[in-house]
């Protein structure tokens, strides 16, 4: 196995370079700034045969990469957290032009105040914007989602950009051994990228994304855009037969762990989840029968997987790491909405918001969650939602106040 | 499972340090994972780093909360409370500690529990390397030794970690002759792997609304600028030396921190407790008038 260690931002510049793509737009920003750092010198020194090109903001680079991605050429960007929102506008247009790019989004949280380590407010701001999102847990994920991501934005039943997202510092500087797969497979499993509907030829121009009035011809194009999204799930279920064939390693649009005869299920996402992993075995020793559900692929929602995994569940508890100011968690919502009509759903469901702005979650918080969610489950009645924010950290909260005060409080 | 965590100072090498651990144990066919943490990367500000090694998948990530080793580059930074170096350290962590004192010396003159081992990397590393800062794979031989890891997986991971960085082949070298010293001469302690006593689940609290005076992010500009002393950042000072100084400031221009000023006769000036040791005027004077003192916990102060 051609293992080594290797950070995230490593192994998503790695899974740019194994996908050959042809055109890398680039704009710096800490946590993401090594994603491009090493693509700049694989295209300089020739080991990576595509066209890098520094651009003046986050907007100009994501308007480039769509552009590029609309003659034909594969591409690849990546951006974090303010970045991502100063590029928000280009993300709903090119969604629109069907172009298959992929572009890695390292979550940071959002100002303000201003912050460099992450939740999930940048990434999930973009849910509604066309693009698709897979979520990744450990760097190797993250090298192995890109590959998936090209191959399901290049389907002609999908055409569609796809975000990877991975955790800034928990995953972006944290190294973990990586087993890069092998180029031949890549080639086999990513074949060259000939899309029918893109392309560029002096003799023949057209435009994409033009406007269209009266509303009844916008709704045809963008209700066109939600099917694709749906089919991905479908495209996403083949991508991950053949890439299991090829490389021994199979990822789902959700991932259960030691769900089998879980009363109680964690929901969570991305780098944390590992925690959530090592919170449930800590709870399954004492007795506890807890299991942990992670969505990888959060646009299309995975709806059937998701109500599948939570039939007949005792209580579920998402803990969001993200805040939606006068609602609460992002996911909670979901997760509410698609076991509506679900007939054996669970009697209780929880929300937690944790890990913002980088957070610890403590393995006493996990208890917590663990405790208050199966005491809600035997109430029959949801919780939330709940910050993971303990007393000590208020009482450090609090002298930070008469700091940041001028000692005079 | 093993947990290291490193504390240095921005530069000192600590997130390199754990990367040779880390490295090392990956070289032996552990499962290893390393990380760095800091804020807005600064010369001389506190930072951390964490390797955690194991035969099965780790299922942790971030800050160490319960260490088994702690590796201080900077015995500094035992006194500096943003540091965060006493957290989860109790009587069965063993504490590594950067510093010219005997265990029992450093041990008399701290809170800290822990089992004590000290090494004086840094004045080695002035003798053999002639590098002032250079002690990253010193801190990862000592930390390999006292963890258990072999020596030549060490020797073999400081190669490859000095070669990312940029280290010419013979300088590589010599790191790693001076890492196999010191992986030798640090006193060893037992690595204890009794069971942690499971932790409780924490009072959680949610802050109830405060008015924006207190509720939104904001600082006076006092305590966050000219009252906050950086002295205890420094390893090295800079010294001037008036006779030789033609007063060109290129100092004066390249000082990070504004902590040189320039007096009436046009000489520099350096205000010691905004100065941080990054030794940048040092490099740039062109007469040599800015020599290099090393610290101690009494010229710190002064």
């Known amino acids: 196995m051609n293992a080594d260690m290797m950070t995230g931002n490593l192994a998503a510049a790695w899974g740019a370079r194994l996908a050959d793509v042809d055109y890398v737009p680039a704009f710096p920003i800490t946590p993401q700034t090594e994603i491009v750092e090493a693509l700049s010198v694989w295209c300089g020194n020739g080991s990576l045969n595509a066209r890098f090109v520094t651009l003046d903001s986050e907007h100009s680079m994501m308007t480039a990469a769509g552009a590029a991605a609309a003659t034909g050429a594969r591409v690849f960007t990546a951006t974090s957290s303010q970045g991502l929102l100063h590029a928000f506008e280009v993300l709903y247009t090119i969604a629109g032009w069907r172009v298959p790019l992929v572009l890695v989004n390292v979550s940071r949280a959002l100002a303000s105040p201003i912050t460099l380590e992450p939740d999930h407010n940048d990434v999930l701001a973009a849910r509604d914007s066309g693009f698709l999102q897979i979520h990744a847990e450990t760097c190797q994920e993250v090298v192995d989602s890109i590959l998936m991501a090209y191959r399901i934005a290049e389907d002609p039943r999908v055409c569609l950009p796809v975000m990877v997202n991975l955790d800034g510092f928990y995953l972006s500087f944290t190294r973990e051994p990586v087993s890069l797969p092998d180029p031949k497979m890549v080639q086999a499993f990513l074949p060259p990228f000939r899309p029918t509907h893109l392309g560029f030829k002096a003799s023949a121009p057209h435009a994409l994304g033009t406007a269209v009035f009266g509303g009844a011809t916008y709704s045809y194009f963008r209700h066109q855009i939600h099917l694709a999204s749906m089919n991905a799930l479908q495209v996403h279920e083949e991508a991950s037969v053949e890439f299991e064939r090829l490389c021994g390693r199979r990822y789902d649009v959700v991932e259960g762990y030691r769900l089998d005869d879980a009363e109680d299920v964690l929901i969570m996402t991305n780098a944390f989840a590992s925690k959530g992993k090592g919170a449930v075995d800590a709870a399954r020793a004492e007795g506890r029968r807890v299991g942990l559900l992670r969505l990888r692929m959060i646009r299309p929602w995975p709806a059937d997987a998701i109500r599948q995994a939570l039939q007949g569940r005792r209580a579920v508890a998402v803990l969001d790491q993200n805040l939606s100011p006068g609602q609460g968690g992002i996911l909670f919502q979901e997760v509410a909405a698609c076991l509506y009509h679900e007939a054996l759903r669970p009697r209780a469901l929880c929300s937690f918001i944790g890990g913002l702005g980088g957070k610890n979650i403590s393995e006493g918080e996990f208890r917590a969650i663990f405790e208050q969610t199966a005491e809600a489950g035997i109430n029959g009645q949801g919780i939330g939602p709940i910050l993971l924010y303990t007393e000590a950290e208020h009482r450090e909260m609090v002298q930070l106040q008469v700091l940041a005060g001028g000692l005079k409080s | ?302």
């Open chain 2, 1 to 302: 499972m093993r947990a290291v965590r490193f504390h240095g100072r921005g530069g000192q090498g600590a997130k390199t340090a754990s990367r040779i651990l880390g490295t090392a144990a990956f070289l032996e066919g552990f499962v290893a994972q390393d990380s760095p943490m800091y804020g807005p990367e600064r010369r001389g500000a506190p930072v951390a780093a964490f390797t955690r090694i194991a035969q099965t998948p780790i299922r942790e990530r971030g800050v160490i909360v319960h260490p088994d080793l702690v590796v201080i580059a900077d015995a500094s930074l035992m006194q500096d409370p943003a540091a965060h170096v006493p957290e989860g350290v109790d009587e069965r962590t063993v504490v590594f500690v950067n510093s010219p004192l005997t265990a029992e010396q450093l041990q008399s003159q701290t809170s800290l529990p822990g089992r004590f081992t000290t090494l004086d990397l840094t004045g080695i590393a002035l003798q053999q390397l002639g590098k002032r800062t250079a002690i990253s794979a010193l801190l990862g031989a000592v930390a390999g030794s006292l963890i258990g890891l072999g020596q030549e997986s060490i020797r073999e991971a400081i190669a490859r970690e000095l070669a990312e960085l940029g280290l010419a082949a013979p300088m590589i070298e010599r790191n790693q002759t001076v890492a196999a010293q010191c992986y030798e001469t640090v006193p060893r302690v037992a690595i204890d792997v009794g069971l942690r006593r499971p932790t409780a689940p924490v009072p959680l609290r949610t802050p109830t609304y405060d008015p924006p005076t207190r509720g939104a992010a904001s600082i006076t500009a006092g305590p966050n600028s000219a009252i906050r002393s950086m002295a205890g950042w420094r390893t090295f000072r800079p010294v001037l030396r008036p006779d030789l100084c033609n007063g060109c400031w290129l100092c004066f221009a390249n000082c990070p921190e504004g902590a040189i000023t320039i007096k009436p006769d046009g000489k520099p000036a350096i205000y010691y407790p905004h100065c941080k040791g990054c030794l940048d005027c040092v490099e740039v004077c062109p007469t040599d008038a800015l020599t290099v003192e090393r610290e101690t916990a009494a010229t710190r102060e002064a």
